[in-house]
């Protein structure tokens, strides 16, 4: 599941490739924008927000996309083979470079003066450049008797966090998944922890939050239900966690992580 990190990261290759140049080639292969055609514009910028996409073309339109469970932007030389089949979703292309939105979870094509539409409803994007900490705290602070897991995790309150982000937060915290929101001592240090994750990994391909690069040694809880904690040795826990079905997966050590 991509992450804010990852989403971030793709708008970097997708500007790179894209911004400021004028598009050859847009094949939308959703039946709703099949007749779509972008070509002869010039792409004006490419956006994160939270682990949403925005390329702002001229002419005040905006290309939303969004990276669900397992989407990806894959940018290449112009001209190379695309992935065979109905993975594709999207084709945007310039005389140099091609991007190719495989998977990809959501695709909408709207006017830029309307992307509140799709992006209004977001909290403080961890990674984005008008980062609000105290905004977050706020409105994860609005639900008390949520627990911190299910409220990290919704996007209204902060923008960017999936489960692994979660789960080493809330162990590096030392809070437990399941405590409510009311009953925590420090929220502002919680959504510290996560930015600070967050962005130390936004330009790194593979995610560190241990600070140790060696094989299954970079995640202190998260994927390692069943070992021994990193830190005190006692198994660490799995369970799930809330109603959004491919969310669910809580990771935390029930000593580190007391309830
Ligand atoms: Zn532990």
């Not at 007749?35 to 910028?45: H, I, K, N």
């Not at 994860?140 to 999936?162: F, M, T, V, W």
Request: glycine share 12%; with cysteine.
């Amino acid at each position: 599941m991509p992450e804010g990190d990852v989403v971030h990261r793709a708008a970097g290759r997708l500007g790179r490739a894209l911004d400021g140049r004028v598009l050859t080639r847009s094949d939308f292969r959703v039946p709703r924008y099949a007749t779509a055609d972008l070509t002869g514009r010039t792409v004006l910028e490419t956006a994160a927000r939270g682990k949403h996409l925005l390329t702002r073309v001229e002419g005040g339109l905006t290309v939303h996309t969004h990276l669900r469970m397992d989407g990806e932007w894959l940018v290449s030389p112009a001209g190379r083979r695309t992935p065979p089949g109905d993975r594709v979703r999207l084709v945007l292309a310039n005389a140099g470079w091609q991007a190719v939105g495989v998977r990809l979870g959501m695709v909408d094509l709207l006017r830029t003066e309307t992307e509140h539409r799709v992006v209004g409803h977001l909290g403080p994007d961890l990674l984005g450049p008008g980062w609000d900490p105290q905004e977050a705290v706020r409105r994860l602070a609005e639900q008390p008797g949520r627990s911190i897991g299910e409220a990290l995790l919704d996007q209204r309150n902060l923008a960017g966090i999936g489960t692994i982000y979660r789960a080493e937060t809330l162990f590096l915290a030392g809070v437990s998944p399941w405590r409510p929101v009311g009953a925590l001592d420090d929220v502002p240090g919680i959504v510290e922890i996560a930015q600070r994750l967050m962005d130390a990994n936004r330009d790194r391909t593979d995610r560190v939050t241990t600070g140790d690069l060696r094989p299954g040694r970079g995640m202190w809880v998260y994927g390692r239900a069943g070992r021994a904690c990193l830190r005190c040795g006692n198994r660490i826990s799995r369970a799930e966690l809330g109603a959004q079905p491919q969310e669910r997966l809580v990771y935390w050590c029930r000593r580190c992580q007391p309830d």
